[in-house]
């Protein structure tokens, strides 16, 4: 606004000084200057005097303790026991001693017959005819394929309990051989009583093992045989029988299969109807039939008689001899079957008349046998079984699913395979190579932490509390490990594992321990699968 003539203009008002801040009420002092000292006068800091050097902890010695009292075999026992059964418990190393040695020990328990065992009826349908069984699954009441799981259960149970321990494990190498899957289509039905029929001549002469199994209803139904007839041959079983069960690949001829073919041609079963198997000779294919050597006019409608010669001829066969040696060999010595061990052993066969034991005997004295100690890798179901039987863990009458008996089989198809669950008619394979990969390794792992540790499987199932493993009062923790290593894997301890049981549970090798350390509460599980994920475990 522009000022109007005259007009006095107004002075501007000067800022007032603000009075200086006090101090508490006063005036804040000004700092004193600091009087320097001279140099000459301070006083050098006293130099520390030199502490005296520690001195250095003693290294913790690993050496293995001895707990003598714990028996163990001598290697070469172990070797056989450890190979012909699912696991050296402390009962079987006493019977072992009480028969005067492993080989005393395997000779009798070569004459041992299948016993009656409680299993049958845990899992009553296991003893129903074919005809019942199915009519169950149309029913809705209870499926072929839940009756397949028992039937791995009960062979499992064996394998776990049974005092007849080289019997069981030929029943699986036979069934193995002669292999039936209990997961092929309504397959139960026979598969259950095929088991048996396996598990009974498997320490007796292959030719009437070979008979009772190739015409066995679950045999026939599985290679399609039960469908065969003289205008239309099915050749699955007439080829399996040659290149599978007998003379070998590479043995036979495209002919040889087709004649195969013909003669069993008549063996059937009425599938889907009564179930029962019969002999149809009107289905029976005649006219000459040769395979390899064997020749038969086979001029009769009724061929059972030929059928007979001509499975026995294939039993005696030295192919066949040296399939069965092979297979023996590559089962309880090596992948790579020794030649000169084979020989032998399939001259043995043949002069035994194909019978089994002369040729189990041969082998178990072998040196080819000897040296090769701890050469195998337990599969699946060894695994399964082994853990079972060291750990002391008897599974009793299942009461529901989730009972330990009825879990068995799912923990041992987690590990890769459940019993008789291989498709293919091969059987499943028992190379090291087929069980060492990644996935089976931290399968078997997850199974070992939960057995040690009680966690999986509880139901229905006595196991050993842990402080019951304390074999004193109190003892030294590497006394213990070793105690431990001759229960679990029949040998003294080692440093390697010793410090492996040190890493694991955080205890030294001097820790003295009683039956309320904490090594036997939330430290047990450690310590026991440290044994159970051993190679020494692994390997048999």
């Known amino acids: 606004m522009s000022n109007p003539l005259g007009a006095a203009r107004p002075k501007p008002q000067r800022k007032r000084k603000r009075p200086p801040r006090k101090h508490r009420g006063r005036t804040r002092p000004k700092k004193r200057p600091k009087k320097r000292r001279h140099k000459s006068k301070i006083k050098p800091k006293p130099k520390p005097k030199p502490r005296p050097p520690k001195a250095p902890k003693p290294p913790t010695s690993y050496a293995p303790g001895r707990y003598a009292a714990t028996p163990v075999l001598p290697t070469a026992a172990r070797h056989l026991v450890n190979r012909f059964s699912y696991g050296i418990t402390p009962g079987l190393t006493r019977e072992v001693t009480a028969a005067g040695g492993h080989l005393a020990w395997f000779d009798q328990q070569l004459e041992r017959r299948p016993r009656t065992d409680p299993y049958d009826a845990w899992w009553p349908d296991l003893t129903l005819d074919a005809k019942t069984m199915y009519q169950r699954q149309v029913d809705k009441v209870r499926g072929t394929w839940e009756v397949a799981h028992d039937i791995g259960r009960r062979s499992m149970m064996r394998r776990i309990t049974s005092p007849d321990q080289v019997l069981e494990v030929m029943t699986e190498f036979w069934e193995n051989h002669l292999h039936v899957p209990t997961n092929a289509d309504n397959i139960a039905v026979y598969r259950a009583a095929y088991g048996e029929v396996i598990r009974a001549g498997a320490l007796g002469r292959f030719a009437d093992l070979l008979s009772a199994a190739v015409l066995h209803p679950a045999m026939l139904w599985y290679l399609g045989n039960t469908s065969s007839t003289k205008r239309h041959p099915n050749e699955n079983l007439g080829r399996e029988l040659l290149e599978l069960h007998t ?67 294939l039993a005696r066969h030295p192919d066949t001899a040296r399939r069965i040696a092979t297979k023996l060999v590559r089962q309880f010595v090596s992948d790579v079957a020794p030649a000169a061990l084979v020989d032998r052993l399939a001259a043995v066969y043949l002069d035994h008349d194909t019978a ?100 999986w499987p509880k139901a229905e199932l006595t196991r050993k509390l842990p402080p019951s493993y304390l074999p004193a009062r109190s003892l030294p923790f590497r006394d213990l490990v070793d105690h431990l290593s001759r229960l679990f894997l029949q040998r003294p301890s080692t440093e390697a594992l010793l410090r492996a049981c040190c890493a694991a549970t955080e205890c030294t090798p001097t820790k003295v321990v009683t039956a309320t350390s904490d090594l036997f509460t939330w430290r047990w599980v450690r310590l026991c699968a440290v044994f159970l994920d051993s190679p020494d475990f692994y390997y048999h």
């Open 247 to 313: 003379v070998g690949l590479g043995n036979h001829t495209e002919e040889d299969v087709k004649n195969s073919a013909r003669i069993l041609t008549g063996w059937r079963a009425r599938t889907y109807g009564t179930w029962e198997p019969y002999y149809s000779a009107s289905d029976h294919w005649t006219g000459e039939v040769r395979v390899k050597e064997f020749s038969d006019p086979n001029t009769a409608a009724d061929g059972r008689d030929l059928t007979t010669r001509y499975l026995t001829y």
């Open 356 to 455: 089994i034991k002369p040729v189990l005997r041969a082998l178990v004295r072998a040196p080819e046998f000897a040296a090769a100690v701890d050469g195998r890798l337990r599969d699946a179901d060894e695994d399964v079984a082994a853990t079972y039987r060291v750990l002391g863990a008897v599974p009793s009458r299942p009461a529901s699913g989730s009972s330990a008996a009825n879990q068995v089989n799912w923990q041992v198809s987690a590990l890769g395979l459940a019993p008789y669950n291989w498709p293919r008619p091969d059987g499943q394979p028992v190379a090291n190579a087929a069980w060492s990969s990644p996935t089976r390794a931290l399968a078997s792992l997850s199974l070992h932490w939960n057995m040690a540790g009680g966690y």
